[in-house]
């Protein structure tokens, strides 16, 4: 091969690779799934190591992560927002004690929703982790945030820490995972021990 030619080769070889580089990063989300799927339809092996590749995603927690999200989500909830959801409405009156409730439900929801997908794959040790987790950044919100709209969101926390405590125990039989959740609570919680244990 002569030396124009095998220049001329190396450069469109070089080009092709950075396209398919730009191609895989900019393809959305659900673009990537739907390639997934038709790969593991295709491919049994392929299929087997996705979802190993899958699994051990998923089984990476970082509980203070976790705790510092949570606290940070609660910490930033807003009294304007909920003085602006309060009052008369076209659908009637609603209470800035009843939207404080909704607020914090609805800032807790994704992390409520994670532990249930963990629990539903199969995964109680990284469920009973990613549970821990939220349920230690509500309490330390509880008990460390200096935020003006704390004083709308008194009792509320524990209430929602308590239904996310039944949603896990509900879904888990083992004893020593419940065990562990009951330390946990003593030890971490340990304000919210004599209600949180009678669960």
Avoid at 83 to 103: K, L, T
Avoid at 179 to 193: A, L, V
């Amino acid at each position: 091969m002569s030396k124009i030619k095998k220049s001329y080769f190396c450069s469109n070889f070089e080009i092709m690779e950075k396209k398919k580089k730009s191609l895989l990063n900019k393809i959305t989300p659900d673009e990537a799934l739907e390639i997934l799927t038709r790969l593991a339809k295709k491919n049994p092996r392929i299929l087997k190591d996705i979802e190993k590749e899958a699994e051990q995603l998923l089984k990476k927690i970082d509980f203070q992560e976790i705790v510092d999200e949570v606290y940070a989500v609660l910490n930033g909830l807003d009294v304007e927002e909920l003085w602006e959801r309060s009052g008369s409405h076209r659908d009637g009156y609603s209470s800035p004690e009843d939207q404080a409730v909704e607020m914090m439900e609805e800032a807790l929801e994704p992390y409520n929703e994670e532990v249930i997908r963990y629990l539903d794959l199969g995964m109680h040790k990284e469920a009973e982790i990613y549970c821990m987790g939220v349920l230690k950044g509500i309490y330390r919100y509880d008990q460390e945030s200096k935020s003006d709209s704390t004083n709308w969101f008194v009792d509320i926390p524990a209430e929602c820490s308590g239904y996310l405590l039944d949603v896990w125990k509900q879904k888990t039989t083992d004893r020593c995972d419940l065990e562990e959740m009951d330390h946990f609570i003593k030890t971490e919680c340990g304000r919210w021990s004599d209600w949180a244990l009678r669960k």
